[in-house]
């Protein structure tokens, strides 16, 4: 025997012992061969194939040695744990290895998890939560106290946990101890052991972190050898606990046990655990046996191939002679066929080796034991390992064990040996007697199984330890198949639908996989309909083979060595020792079932099904190994088939389709005994479907020796027939197949027999006493008919009897075999034979229905309230009587509604009754709603908890559909037929009355299919009814009602969920968009407002859009044919977190629609039908999939016509979605030249679509790609054929599952280049695009609300921008006036200009860069960045030109007067020096004199000195603008009575706001001048003519007086005279070109309202010019400045004391102006940036002007904002500016006032000091004193030079500083007094700025109804808009020819079928609906429907009628007449109407 040194480190992992005593001889010989421990050996290489699981059985010899009898001694735990800390540091649960319990245990119990996982006894005494002591266990002696640590909250437990320890067990304790921190799988607790160092106490190497959950085998091992080695350490080794009195007793008991334990034990006996645990480590290799029985013992059972080695112990007390025993071992294999049957009931199906441990007696070594075996335990995991302190000898004899090598024994001979040896060889895996000695140390281990006082065994025990010890084996291995497949916690968390709900990265087309990505490869691949999902190569996770023994090198140079010796040697010298078998990919599917929920494993049983796989019936539970029935799992799936029945001599096709589990069907059952040579799978397939492989065989790809999780499940598939010749049956049958030995699996064989119609059982051989002889007997005495396949048996079929059939195999073609079957079943099923229906699964007992849980239970039994009030009711009227709200009157609604886009006639009244209407429509829907079943619903839907929530729709899904399944089949029959009647009739061009018939049978027929037609989305098309009609009445509801108010956010859940949510209703053909808003809006405030990312899908019916989701996302859409998508379901599939970050959004929405030309529109649909629904869903997508199913070139134009015109109407409306052609059904897709050519042929036919759609839609295009960014390369796919084969047999087509796949990738790389829309977006696109089909001009009637508001947005941006702008260069400009007025720059340069503002301007286009490039609408704001960066540079440049203007003013104002300026200084020195010597000539009187006298001496002498001064110059005189006005009318001709009757009744004021302008018109024909013709003539349009014309001649008057000089030159009458004439030429070219004449009256009142406009600036201008130039009103301003300097010289004063007070009066006046000017900024900025009208953009500007005119009620100036709404706007900006300052923000403004006189305060403050200073130090004079203190002002104040002539005796610069702060105090308290009033007569008013800022915008007006466009932008290139507009009669409008006002709207205008004149010489009526044609005016605006909902102008019409007919002249009445709904509205309704206008 040859003995290797081959490591043995892995050869003791993971082995699972299990240890029987006895205690006596003759019992331990017994019991010890019923002890069996399994080991996991690697199969030969040589082991020969079996069928299906069958292995080579092999061989051993046994080898006995003595041993004495063992004492019945009870084990003591090698170590005892004791738990202390929280209970929340751990999880506490079945899968915890450290303690799986939360009781108190003693520690006589030991821990199964720690023993399973190292094979050591441990006690573990749980004592979490610090207990009272007094709760503690007995007390024993401890090895540690592992304290457990919450990761966060360590360092307060540890220091609470160590105060405990001391105060309960002492201080000694501490060395015991051992820390763990317990964290969560993501956290990190690298910190803990940082802050817990800080503790004295703690010590580094008794410290180590675990995760709570406690399932990591590798943790936990650490943390035992952490403890071994603190146990080591310490002395004594273990603590002894509490100690009371009481317990003395107890604990001497407990020390004299010990003691004999320890003393005896190596003399008498020892328990079989410590050879268990010695056994771990063997690792036995046994090669091949090559001797002639192999092949015959290889058939007797399915085994994987590996040794089973039975051990025995003997009586031999000599540890040497025990190893070298060992060592030399031999094992011997039996090999006899006779051997093999007589114990093939011990033999063992696995893959891994079994080891039998047997105690024999040396006495009675020599009889042979019985075949029984006893705890069998079994452990195939690689990763387990044994932590088990031994002593030197164990050690050594493990060692000399593992060293053990098995030599194949080939001599006859041994097999006799092996017959007499007793002990058996089983299943090819090696038998292994090991020794039990008694030379051992002191036990560690407890026995397993119990004992009786004499130490028997007690065998019943023994069975169930056994099949215990099997169901442990079975689970580790079910652990360590999980563990391969990265499956182990999906045992807790379980797969479900939402994991795959996700869009994820595509499956990888790797050609193998490595093992740990095996069961998600499969899942994807099986969601995508890939049948190949099953044939996954797997990459094995093994090391590289071991290269220790090198292969042997033959020597070629022996010429006696023949090579063929080497080709025919079967020795393989490789050590397999690290090799995994391969995984079985029915493990991996069964696995994923495993670890899948009860929804997930429907989904998967679907798509298996839909993939034409065999589907689990019968199913042995992993854990508790009980059979279990998936019924649930079956629920979904339907099946269609053709049954042929032969009726009068021809056959009769029907076709049945229903829920498989509804079907009764005969059931052919097949079974095996034993392990015959021949594959039963394989055999089911040939029978059912020869091209697909239904059934997993040996034969399939990846097919292994084992299979773990598939033995003893019966698989179900059904065969169904398509209605044809070569059908292999006539009718639905179900085939069922039990994997694995019908023997073994008795459960499942008796419940497979009783239901099924036909046994076929499949045998190696048939003998009478063979072990299959009694099934084989039963099932032939049982009534069922039974079919015997014996395998090694010649021959055809035979009948036996009636029923019975036997047919042998051998020698046989399968396809024979499979035909002659066919033959012998159809035959038998033929006849009356028993049927089999799913359902009745669950009245077998003993079977785990999973149907049966409580939750699903609930949720049907939820489901079964809901469906039994439908029960008895015709299906086809289920929803007339209990979805009522949907019916009828929802389609009326539809209808009706439908009505208010084809108006005629009084539009407006039609309108109110279409809407009482549908108010009754809604009232109707409230009385009816809430039927019981739908009450019912919505209670579940509300109460019940997700997961019954989701059993609830489930059942209910299943329920429904079944009620309708049998009508649906009966009543498409009859449409298929009927149909194909038509048809024939089209082909023959006839139309006749029959063809008339059939097509109104067929629309009938279409009419009952949608009626029986019934399912869950009915139900919840019911809810958005009873909602939409609560809400649009907000009724509330009423008692015992559910509240609908709660029904969107049920429904969101679900959306959420996953579910699909109907988006528009597929038989009312409309968007409920109440509901869908409220559903959306529910959806936002539970995930938030995510950005989307839409892909809709386009089609033909039924050309497989849906099911290409579905494969795609793994999305629920329906499918089947009867039902068929109706209308447009949209479903959110989330962004996986993946791919996530490569996406700029988080979820798909995916709408699929119902398809284009469907069935169910024939004869009463139209093309429109398709146009709205392609035109609706390439709307809303970012991405549409254009589906073309098949290769028919009508079909293909029919849907490319749609689906272009969709895209260019896309185009017009600036939508620019991007789109995929899916190609599917095309024959042969790898033709890459075919493939071109249908490209080339597409792209033809697109762009011929193209141009007929630009005709259509009156668009320039002439390719597709002209309208939509299109590819035809990468944007056309082609799809292979669905399936693989005829259905309803034929599997998917594998190739359609890559197309899926490329499609997805193609899908996923456009949406990288989109950010999507946001969910609120989205929904406000649903009702642009649903708003705008239903005008039937959808590119005019389209608003995208969308776009609107980010242009809004991006207005209230530009506003603050230009703000920020203007306020900077309105302090650019004033500091620019206060140097050109101090003379200190005389000329403004445009670039001097921008170099001040490039500052503020650079931060503007900064913010302007940032804003379009990080904003959340970017994507829509790009089409508008160019646009507004040019608009804020022209804003900019306009800016700086206007400034430069201004100051260009001023400087030629200033030099205009630098006459008087130079002649300034004179006055003043005269004035001065005058002033001085009057007051000297008066000193000596002065003291005596009074204030009165000083003052008439001055005044005396101050007349003579003016006019001494001015005696060279002319006053200038004022204007008389009145009497110059009248003067130049008469030069020009009026009559003085004209003008004065004019002017004395003010009536010119109001000329531009007249309301009829009739009076002042004469018809040249005076025969026609009658007052009422003139009334019917003179139209609007007229009237409007007029009033434009007036508004244009003032406009261009004004700006021909206002370009006059007047400031600076002066006013003069010419300036009147030359407007006057010109205003009168333009009166007579206007009328020349009209039919009529304009009276004089017309021109003196419009010539004296230009007038009356102009006099303010004219007025204003001259005494500016006045009082710059006028020498005689400026010396007599100074009057009192110099008479207080008189004054003061007359009192003594000092000149310093004069020039001090001369100073602080010239900084009183310039202080007071620089003050006002810079708060009327401040004030100017703080209300555009916080007062609500101001500060945003024009449309919120004009929503503050109708509430403020509304809230006044006055009418005037309603009309003046009707025909000049600029000025009003103007006007409402006074006031308001006015209330904030003077009323509002008083406070405020004062704070603002009070701060700027503070600063100007400081400023001059400083300046006088820094003056004063610097003089000083350069030693100046009062000259060098003034000039350095005006210089310091000078950018700040106007001060004027001070000549110092008079005051040269100044020398004290300190005295002048303090003189100067003493005038200056009552300076600052004036000032500090200074009234708000002041602003008022500031350079910039507050109001003047913000007019300037705010209506610098767009104003032109409706041509129907007057409205402003609210377009922020003067001169935009938008089309002009507004939000809502008007009632025309606002702005007089009246019915042609009559005296009758119009009242419409012209937004309800343009939806009616409504026509108009477009002017008054037109003769031609232009459709409301195209009035852009009317002409330019009419082009640039964009008016889209809007149904008149804004209340305010209805109000108004109401409130005001009497005073507008008093205003037009015209009247409410007839076709004008107001409607009475009108007059409910009340002013605060009306208001109100205002904010929601805001928000469109």
């Known amino acids: 025997m040859e003995v290797e040194n081959q490591d043995n480190a892995a050869a003791g992992r993971g082995s699972e012992v299990t240890s029987v005593p006895s205690g006596t001889n003759e019992k331990v010989e017994e019991s010890a061969a019923e002890t069996k421990v399994k080991f996991d050996l690697v199969n030969e290489p040589g082991e020969a194939q079996h069928s299906e699981n069958n292995d080579e059985s092999r061989g051993a010899e046994t080898i006995a040695f003595p041993e004495p009898s063992l004492s019945n001694k009870k084990a003591i735990p090698e170590l005892t744990l004791v738990l202390i800390g929280e209970t929340n540091s751990i999880e506490i649960g079945s899968k915890n290895i450290l303690i799986d319990h939360d009781e108190q245990r003693n520690v006589e119990h030991f821990s199964t998890k720690l023993y399973d996982l190292c094979g050591r006894h441990i006690s573990v005494i749980n004592m979490l939560g610090l207990p009272n002591i007094d709760e503690f266990p007995l007390n024993e002696e401890i090895h540690a106290f592992v304290m457990l640590l919450p ?246 004899l493990e060692e000399s064990a593992a060293k053990t090598e098995c030599d194949p024994v080939k001599q006859p001979a041994d097999v006799e040996h092996s017959k007499n040896d007793g002990h058996i060889t089983v299943g090819g895996e090696s038998e292994i007697t090991p020794v039990q000695s008694a030379a051992t140390e002191k036990v560690h281990y407890s026995t397993a199984g119990n004992m009786d006082m004499s130490g028997n065994m007690d065998k019943k025990s023994l069975k169930l330890s056994e099949e215990n010890n099997m169901k442990k084996q079975h689970q580790r291995e079910t652990e360590a198949l999980l563990d391969r497949l990265q499956l182990q916690d999906k045992q807790q968390q379980k797969f479900s639908p939402a994991d795959f709900l996700k869009v994820g990265p595509p499956v990888k087309q790797d050609h193998d996989t490595p093992e740990k990505d095996v069961a998600h490869t499969f899942i994807q691949k099986l969601m995508m309909l890939d049948y190949r999902a099953r044939y996954i190569p797997v990459r094995q996770n093994i090391p590289e083979v071991s290269h220790s023994n090198p292969p042997e090198k033959f020597d070629t140079d022996d010429t006696d060595y023949d090579d063929l010796d080497a080709l025919y040697s079967t020795k393989v010298d490789i050590d397999q020792s690290n090799l995994k078998t391969h995984l079985h990919p029915m493990d991996v599917q069964m696995a994923v079932f495993h670890c899948s929920d009860s929804f997930f494993k429907q989904n998967m049983i679907t798509k298996l099904s839909q993939c034409q796989y065999a589907l689990p019936l019968l199913v042995p539970d992993p854990v508790t190994m009980d059979i279990g029935c998936p019924l649930w799992t079956f629920r979904q799936i339907r099946k269609t088939w053709k049954m042929t029945e032969m009726k009068d001599n021809s056959n009769i096709v029907t076709m049945k389709s229903m829920p498989i589990c509804k079907a009764e069907t005969p059931m052919v059952s097949f079974l095996r005994l034993g392990s015959p040579s021949l594959s039963k799978s394989e055999l089911m397939n040939t029978l059912i479907n020869n091209r697909h492989k239904i059934f997993f065989d040996r034969n399939c790809p990846g097919s292994t020796k084992s299979h773990h999780l598939m033995d003893g499940v019966a698989e179900i598939a059904w065969y169904c027939p398509a209605g044809k010749p070569n059908d292999a049956f006539t009718d639905c049958i179900a085939f069922c197949n039990l994997h694995g030995d019908a023997l073994s699996n008795v459960k499942q064989r008796d419940i497979l027999t009783d239901k099924s119609s036909v046994n076929v059982v499949l045998v190696p051989t048939l003998e009478k006493n063979d072990k299959n002889s009694a099934v084989i007997s039963a099932l032939h005495k049982s009534t069922k008919p039974l079919i015997i396949l014996i395998a090694d048996s010649d021959g055809g079929a035979v009948q036996m009897k009636k029923g019975k059939y036997k047919m042998g195999l051998n020698d046989r073609s399968q396809s024979d075999v499979s035909e002659e079957l066919k033959k012998i079943i159809g035959k038998i099923l033929s006849g009356p034979h028993e049927s089999f229906q799913l359902e009745s699964m669950a009245e077998v007992s003993g079977v785990k229905l999973d149907e049966k849980d409580n939750v699903c239970q609930k949720g049907k039994s939820a489901a079964m309230k809901i469906v039994d009030m439908l029960q008895g009711t015709d299906v086809s009227k289920i929803k007339d009587t209990y979805l009522p709200c949907q019916g009828q009157l929802w389609k009326g609604w539809c209808k009706i509604n439908k009505e208010l886009y084809h108006l005629r006639g009084n539009i407006e009244n039609e309108k109110c009754k279409i809407q009482r209407k549908l108010m009754q429509i809604r009232q109707d829907q409230c009385e009816v709603s809430c039927s019981k079943p739908m009450k019912s619903f919505i209670e579940s839907l509300s109460s019940l908890s997700a997961t019954e929530k989701d059993y609830f729709l489930k059942w209910t899904q299943i329920l429904t559909d079944a009620l309708s399944t049998d009508d649906l089949g009966s009543i498409l029959q009859k449409y298929d037929k009927k149909w194909a009647e038509v048809l024939a009739l089209k082909k023959k061009h006839e139309k006749s009355d029959q063809l008339k018939s059939k097509q109104t049978e067929l629309d009938e027929i279409s009419t009952q299919l949608q009626s029986a037609t019934f399912g869950l989305e009915h139900i919840f098309r019911e809810m958005g009814q009873i909602y939409e009609a609560h809400a649009s009445l907000q009724k509330q509801p009423e008692r015992g009602q559910t509240d609908w108010s709660k029904y969107p956010e049920l429904a969101a859940e679900l959306m959420i969920s996953g579910h699909p949510m109907e988006l528009m209703d597929g038989d009312a053909g409309h968007v409920p968009l109440t509901w869908i808003s409220g559903l959306l809006d529910e959806v936002i405030k539970k995930l938030g407002d995510k950005r989307v990312f839409v892909l809709s899908v386009l089609g033909v019916q039924s050309s497989g859009k849906s099911t290409m989701l579905n494969a795609m996302f793994g999305l629920e859409f329906a499918v089947s044919a009867g039902r068929c998508t109706k209308g447009a379901f949209m479903q959110l599939v989330e962004v996986s977190e993946e791919i996530k970050k490569d996406f700029e959004f988080d979820y798909v929405l995916v709408v699929d629609t119902e398809g284009l030309r469907a069935l169910e529109l024939e004869g009463n649909a139209t093309l429109h039908h398709d146009n709205e629904l392609a035109t609706f869903v390439v709307g809303l997508g970012n991405m549409t999939l254009i589906n073309i199913f098949g290769e028919n070139p009508a079909e293909m134009q029919d849907i490319l016509q749609i689906v272009v015109q969709a895209f260019m109407r896309m185009k017009k409306i600036k939508l620019s979605p991007s789109c995929v052609f899916v190609h599917q059904n095309v024959t042969d897709i790898g033709a890459a030249e075919k493939n071109m050519d249908g490209k080339r042929r597409l792209q033809e036919k697109l762009d011929k679509m193209a141009q007929l759609a630009a005709k259509e839609e009156v668009c320039d295009a002439e390719c597709f790609s002209d309208v939509i960014a299109f590819d035809v390369q990468k944007d056309v796919k082609y799809f292979a054929q669905l399936w693989e084969g005829s259905p309803p047999m034929a599997p998917p087509n594998p190739g359609y599952s890559e197309c899926v796949q490329e499609l997805k990738t193609t899908i996923l790389s456009k949406a990288k280049q989109s950010a999507g829309i946001t969910l609120s977006q989205f929904k406000i696109k649903i009702q642009d695009l649903w708003n705008a089909l239903m005008n039937e001009q959808f590119v005019f009637s389209f608003k995208n609300t969308l776009e609107i508001a980010v242009y809004r947005k991006l207005e209230v941006q530009y506003g603050n921008w230009t703000w920020t702008l203007r306020s900077n260069m309105l302090t650019i400009e004033n500091g620019l006036h206060t140097k050109i007025q101090n003379g200190k720059l005389d000329k403004v340069k445009l670039n001097h200009l921008r170099q001040e503002s490039n500052k503020t301007y650079d931060k503007i286009k900064q913010a302007m860069t940032t804003y379009f490039d990080n904003d959340g609408d970017k994507d829509m704001l790009v089409q508008w960045r ?615």
């Open 151 to 396: 990761n966060g909250l360590h360092n307060s437990h540890y220091s609470s946990g160590l105060q405990w320890l001391e105060t309960t067990f002492g201080k000694a304790l501490m060395a015991y101890v051992m820390t763990v921190v317990t964290h969560e799988s993501d956290d990190k607790c690298e910190s803990a052991l940082t802050d817990l160092k800080a503790n004295s106490s703690f010590v580094e190497k008794r410290y180590h972190t675990c995760r709570r959950s406690m399932m990591d085998e590798g943790e936990i091992i650490a943390l035992l050898e952490k403890i071994d080695a603190m146990v080591c350490e310490n002395a004594p080794h273990c603590h002894s606990g509490l100690m009371c009195d009481g317990n003395k007793g107890q604990k001497e008991q407990l020390e004299h046990k010990e003691e004999r334990l320890e003393s005896s034990l190596f003399q008498q006996s020892q328990t079989v655990g410590d050879i268990e645990e010695n056994a771990t480590a063997i690792k036995v290799k046994c090669d091949t046996v090559t001797g002639p029985g192999d092949v015959e013992n290889s058939k007797n059972d399915e085994n994987t191939g590996e040794s089973e080695i039975t051990s025995v112990s003997f009586a031999n007390n000599d540890k040497d002679e025990l190893e070298e025993s060992a060592a030399k071992t031999e094992n011997d294999p039996v090999n006899g066929a006779k051997h093999s049957d007589k114990y093939d009931d011990s033999i063992r199906v696995g893959g891994e080796s079994e080891i039998k441990y047997v105690s024999s007696s040396a006495t009675n070594k020599g009889e042979p034991d019985e075949d029984k075996e006893v705890n069998k335990v079994k452990d195939t995991s690689s990763t387990s390992h044994t932590v088990s302190p031994v002593t030197k000898e164990q050690g050594e």
């Open 1426 to 2040: 160019g646009r507004f960066e040019s608009k804020i540079e022209q804003f900019h440049d306009e800016l700086l030109r206007g400034v430069q203007r201004k100051l260009d003013e001023v400087i030629q104002q200033k030099k205009a007067c630098k006459k008087l300026d130079d002649r300034k200084t004179e006055f003043e020195n005269k004035l001065l020096q005058k002033s001085k010597e009057l007051a000297h000539q008066l000193k000596d009187k002065a003291e005596d004199e009074d204030e009165e006298e000083l003052e008439k001496q001055f005044s005396s002498v101050w007349s003579g000195l003016v006019k001494e001064l001015t005696a060279d110059t002319k006053p200038i005189e004022d204007i008389n603008y009145e009497e110059d006005q009248s003067t130049v009318l008469q030069d020009l001709g009026f009559e003085w009575l004209l003008i004065d009757e004019s002017k004395r009744s003010g009536r010119y004021k109001k000329i531009a706001e007249v309301g009829d302008y009739v009076h002042y018109v004469s018809l040249r024909n005076r025969l026609l001048e009658v007052a009422y013709y003139l009334k019917k003539y003179f139209q609007p349009k007229e009237q409007q003519e007029i009033r434009s014309f007036i508004d244009g001649v003032e406009k261009q008057s004004l700006d021909a007086i206002k370009s006059n000089p007047v400031a600076t030159r002066g006013y003069n009458l010419t300036h009147l005279q030359e407007v006057a004439n010109d205003v009168k030429q333009k009166v007579t070219d206007f009328e020349s070109k009209r039919k009529y004449a304009l009276k004089k009256d017309f021109t003196v009142d419009l010539l004296l309202y230009v007038f009356h406009r102009a006099g303010r600036w004219l007025t204003e201008s001259h005494m500016t010019f006045k009082g710059n130039n006028d020498a005689h009103s400026y010396v007599e301003s100074k009057k009192m400045q110099y008479y207080n300097i008189f004054r003061s010289f007359c009192k003594g004063s000092s000149s310093a004391v004069v020039l001090g007070q001369l100073i602080c009066d010239k900084l009183k006046s310039s202080t007071v102006e620089a003050v006002c000017n810079k708060t009327a900024i401040d004030l100017a900025g703080e209300m555009r940036c916080n007062f609500p009208a101001f500060n945003g953009n024009r449309l919120n500007l004009e929503k503050h002007v109708l509430k403020s005119l509304a809230e006044k009620e006055d009418f005037n100036g309603f009309i003046t904002y009707i025909h000049h709404p600029r000025d009003q706007v103007e006007t409402y900006i006074r006031e308001e500016v006015q209330k904030y300052i003077f009323k509002k923000q008083r406070r405020k403004a004062l704070n603002m006032l009070k701060k700027n006189v503070d600063d100007i305060n400081t400023l001059v403050s400083q300046a006088l000091y820094d003056t004063t200073e610097k003089v000083k130090t350069h030693k100046g004079d009062p000259d060098m004193w003034v000039e350095e203190f005006s210089s310091l002002l000078k950018d700040e104040l106007t001060f004027a030079t001070v000549c110092c002539q008079n005051f040269r005796d100044i020398n004290n610069f300190d005295f002048l500083k303090e003189e100067i702060q003493k005038g200056l105090v009552s300076v600052k308290k004036e000032m500090s007094r200074l009234s708000l009033d002041k602003i008022k007569e500031s350079r910039m008013e507050p109001d003047q700025i913000l007019i300037e800022q705010l209506c610098n915008c767009c104003w032109v007006t409706c041509p129907f109804c007057a409205a402003v466009c609210t377009n922020t932008i003067k001169d935009h290139k938008e089309d002009h808009s507004v939000p809502f507009h008007r009632s025309v009669a606002v702005n007089g409008v009246h019915v042609r020819n009559s005296v009758e006002l119009g009242i419409e709207f012209c937004t309800t205008s343009i939806a009616s079928d409504e026509k108009f004149y477009p002017n008054q010489d037109s003769e031609v009526l232009i459709p409301y609906k195209k009035y852009r044609t009317a002409g330019p005016y009419f082009a640039n605006w964009a008016i889209t429907p809007d149904g008149s909902k804004l209340e305010y102008w209805k109000w108004f019409v109401s409130r005001f009628e009497k005073e507008l007919e008093d205003h037009y002249g015209l009247k409410f009445q007839n076709y004008g007449e107001i409607p009475s709904e009108w007059k409910t509205h009340s002013k605060k309704q009306a208001i109100k109407s205002l904010d929601e206008m805001f928000k469109l």
